[in-house]
T-cell receptor
Framework: EPEVTQTPSHQVTQMGQEVILRCVPI?????FYWYRQILGQKVEFLVSFYNNEISEKSEIFDDQFSVERPDGSNFTLKIRSTKLEDSAMYFC?????????????FGPGTRLTVT | AQSVTQLGSHVSVSEGALVLLRCNYSSSVPPYLFWYVQYPNQGLQLLLKYTTGATLVKGINGFEAEFKKSETSFHLTKPSAHMSDAAEYFCAVSDEGAGKSTFGDGTTLTVKP
């Protein structure tokens, strides 16, 4: 069964460093998402991406964040200068365009720890 | 704007007892509703979803949920709890268009032997 994959599973970085989180969505999906979950809290929407551009973003997704689909298979989230409060689990998700159930398929997540 | 309220951050039941996890939503358009389960240090697993049609939805692991438009609710139930059901449960609503999901705060289910 196709699945969304994410790498790395755990990333440790120092405050102020840049990180790139990688996701490989399901191959025929056209909508892509990033969510984050701070430890013990709920899952929060960051950004949605369709047709090679951001379709919606939340207040969390400020200028420090960017997304890219560099090669038609990967979908990346970059944090330019990490802060302690960026420590969280980051989930990638994808959706098939014609799926009117709006079901998103989530990856296993990347745990980001900023020290 | 959409929102989800999960009543009860912690629910504890005995093994074999009924599980009821409450979810109320707010949406300006017909909602697409989901329940996810998350085990410790793992990702989100879809339990069930409501889009259109039958308001009683059956999912995996014996769970089901009923969409009640008049009550704006989508409560999750399971007739008989199992120890393996202990986890965090999230209710979510998606909108049309780009289809982002808005999640509730989650409910931690504890199952006592």
């Amino acid at each position: 069964e196709p699945e969304v994959t994410q790498t790395p599973s755990h990333q440790v970085t120092q405050m102020g460093q840049e990180v790139i989180l990688r996701c490989v969505p399901i191959s025929n999906h056209l909508y892509f998402y990033w969510y984050r979950q701070i430890l013990g809290q709920k899952v929060e929407f960051l950004v949605s991406f369709y047709n090679n551009e951001i379709s919606e973003k939340s207040e969390i997704f400020d200028d420090q964040f960017s997304v890219e689909r560099p090669d038609g298979s990967n979908f990346t989230l970059k944090i330019r200068s990490t802060k302690l409060e960026d420590s969280a689990m980051y989930f990638c998700a994808s959706r098939w365009q014609a799926d009117f159930s709006y079901e998103q398929y989530f990856g296993p997540g990347t745990r980001l720890t900023v020290t | 704007a959409q929102s989800v309220t999960q009543l009860g951050s912690h629910v504890s039941v005995s093994e074999g007892a009924l599980v009821l996890l409450r979810c109320n939503y707010s949406s300006s358009v017909p909602p697409y509703l989901f329940w996810y389960v998350q085990y410790p240090n793992q990702g989100l697993q879809l339990l069930l979803k409501y889009t259109t049609g039958a308001t009683l939805v059956k999912g995996i692991n014996g769970f089901e949920a009923e969409f009640k438009k008049s009550e704006t609710s989508f409560h999750l139930t399971k007739p008989s709890a199992h120890m393996s059901d202990a986890a965090e449960y999230f209710c979510a609503v998606s909108d049309e268009g780009a289809g982002k999901s808005t999640f509730g705060d989650g409910t931690t289910l504890t199952v006592k032997p």
